[in-house]
């Protein structure tokens, strides 16, 4: 088994087939900002935390502060984690482009000229090492989200010009190597052999659990290695942008 994180594959390893690339990459964030949302929620706990907010003081946690809550529905330990595997045994040659993208899947590398390959229960987990995020909903007034999240209410509007000011004012401070965002994706993390992956890594959370939360979320990257952890973002040009409605 192998792990990966999945903006930093190395295309010079596999021929345009491969799964992850960085063009697929920036086309699913590209699919998933491109939805039409005009507005978002964001719950708090602690009521001069909503006044910090509306007032420009945003604070953006982490995708591994996120894996070490207790609360099973605030918490995820495997948050940005994908895991693929190649399933039952199959034999291919380089010159079939579904068995090629099928192993690189499993990042194994099939070149033209091979012959007779067999696959078979091969597995690859691909992860975010970490990540700082913003959590909201689309919905409002949902009780199971005041129980869960807290009583205290900011609605955002402008959500293209909302996460551009966020974005650039994190930049500033801090090195940031993708940023993203769009809506939460219900479905499992694992898949197999021929089946599509189930969306952008970070932004898909099992349905059992999560799906009444109705999550939007914004995801900036960080390169690998870098260590972080939550900070406020000073950002005075999003206070037009968002309301205390609670």
């Not at 990459?25 to 039409?36: D, F, L, P, T």
């Not at 913003?134 to 010009?161: H, N, P, Q, R």
């Not at 004012?169 to 197999?192: P, W």
Request: charged share 30%; with cysteine.
């Amino acid at each position: 088994m192998a792990k990966s994180n999945w903006w930093n594959r190395n295309p010079q390893k596999i021929d345009d087939s491969e799964f992850k690339s960085k063009r697929d990459a920036k086309k699913q964030v590209k699919q998933n900002s491109r939805k039409q949302v005009s507005e978002v929620y964001r719950y708090f706990e602690n009521e001069e935390h909503a006044a910090a907010f509306v007032k420009g003081e945003i604070f953006i946690s982490t995708l591994k502060r996120c894996r070490e809550y207790e609360d099973p529905l605030q918490g995820d330990r495997e948050e940005g984690y994908e895991r693929y595997n190649t399933g039952r045994r199959i034999t291919g040659n380089g010159s079939d482009p579904a068995f090629v993208a099928m192993a690189a899947k499993a990042g194994i590398y099939v070149g033209p000229d091979s012959i007779d390959m067999t696959i078979e229960n091969n597995e690859l987990t691909t992860f975010l090492h970490d990540a700082y995020v913003l959590c909201t909903t689309l919905g409002f007034s949902a009780e199971d989200l005041t129980e869960t999240f807290g009583k205290y209410c900011v609605k955002i509007k402008s959500i293209d010009k909302f996460h551009s000011a966020i974005t650039r004012s994190l930049a500033s401070s801090t090195e940031i190597s993708q940023a993203a965002r769009g809506e939460v994706i219900y479905k499992e993390r694992f898949y197999k052999e021929f089946e599509d992956s189930p969306g952008l890594i970070g932004f898909v959370k099992p349905p059992d659990k999560y799906s009444t939360q109705k999550e939007y979320r914004f995801l900036w990257c960080v390169p690998v290695g870098v260590e972080i952890s939550g900070l406020v973002v000073r950002c005075p040009d999003v206070v037009n942008l968002v309301t205390r409605i609670r």
